[in-house]
């Protein structure tokens, strides 16, 4: 049950209040000074403060409540503290709610309106506590991850990175093969490396092939080797990719591009382990585990025939879904700053907010590029948004345009992942910082 603290040296007053948020199944405890309310802070935890801004009966200033409420917000920053009082100066009002008070109201209040402004601040309190739990538990997982697994020095942050390295980190143990599905760009092959770096055959040797860069005629060759002769230009022999990855990890990117010929041999190599080279008919033996990986919709591709379904789930045996680095914003500022490295100008909170709200659609290998430009022709002491030259993005249709108007529960979610930023909450809801704050008055959630 949350608990609110009252502070108020109005016996009545605090009567009035205990007994309506009882009905309410919120508890209450009453301070009737400062001093009392400040020492029961230190004694206790609370989840909101009511206090009153006038303790002195021969004055109305207001100055003791203003004295208690900077005490608190010092001491406790994430407290939220509703005002109360009998003698309402506006001035007042906006300079404590610029310092941070969550609310100012007047006696006598409106029982609605308190109510309205407490629940929201408590379930506001809760979502943020909620928040900062799974990061705490998130943190943990990822110390455990680092300390033991090698990550092959990949930067992450957000859950969804994490889950999928997680896994990763789980599947390696096995020699099972593992296709990894994601849009280009997104970091797949270090998917494949933790893979291999955390397998029984991490000693052996890990050989990449993307097979969507190798023309078709080619392909067979790459994958199996060729003797002299097999083809024309192959003027000796040579090993393909099977056997350089002996003892190892053969990671085939863009599967999708291989030829049905390629699928079928391919498939025979993961069924017995045997294949011939071009223009040989002498059977060669290896020990690889392949991890593959596709942009492409393998389902689809199966569907009208330019892919085996043998295959597809000769491959699947473990699927890791990657998702775009739009989905996984919280890489974002991580990876920008791994890309800047130490020596490079640090980026402006600007620069920063501008990295966060663009989508990414060429993923991380488009935001190391930006990156890397950026930090090559800045001029000034920082990086600015203009040194990033990202496009301008599209704009998003708001609610006077046709466009469903995000409701209460998505408000506070997104004011709580961007961690009470109005523009940066704004911004992922597709509308102006003032129709942000209309909304939030309409719903009832403080300018905190």
Known sequence: MPQIL??????????????????HDIDTRHASSPEQGLAMLAEQEFDLVLQDMNFTADTTSGEEGQALFRDIRQAYPDLPVILLTAWTHL???????????????????????????????LELAETRRELARRRQRELAQRKSLNERYDLRGVVFADPASERVIALACQVARSDLPVLITGPNGAGKEKIAEIIQANSPNRKGPFVALNCGAIPAELIEAELFGAEAGAYTGANKA??????????????????????????????????????????????????????????????????????????????????????????????????????????????????AQALQRHTWPGNVRELRNVIQRAALLAQGPRIEVADLNLPRAPARPTAAHGAEEPDRERIIAALSHAGGVIAQAAAELGMSRQALYRRMDRHGIPRE
Do not use: C, H
Request: charged share 30%; hydrophobic share 40%.
């Open 91 to 121: 001035d007042s009002a906006v300079e404590l709610v610029k310092a941070g008070a969550a609310d100012y109201l007047a006696k006598p209040w409106d029982d609605g309106r308190l109510l309205t402004t407490v629940n929201n601040l």
């Open 6 to 23: 009252i502070i108020d040296d109005n016996a009545a007053v605090a009567t009035a209040l205990e007994v309506l948020f009882s009905l």
């Open 238 to 351: 040579r090993e393909g990719k099977f056997e350089a990855a002996d003892g190892g990890t053969l990671f085939l990117d863009e599967i999708g591009n291989l030829s049905l010929t390629g699928q079928m041999k391919l498939l025979r190599v993961l069924e017995t382990g045997r294949f011939e080279r071009l223009g040989s008919n002498r059977e060669r033996q290896v020990k690889v585990r392949v991890v593959s990986a596709t942009n492409a919709d393998l389902p689809a591709m199966i569907r009208d025939g330019s892919f085996r379904e043998d295959l597809y789930y000769r491959l699947n045996t473990v699927e890791l879904v990657l998702p775009p680095l739009g989905e996984r914003r919280e890489d974002i500022l991580p990876l920008a700053r791994f890309f800047l490295g130490q020596d490079n100008k640090p980026l402006s909170p600007q620069a």
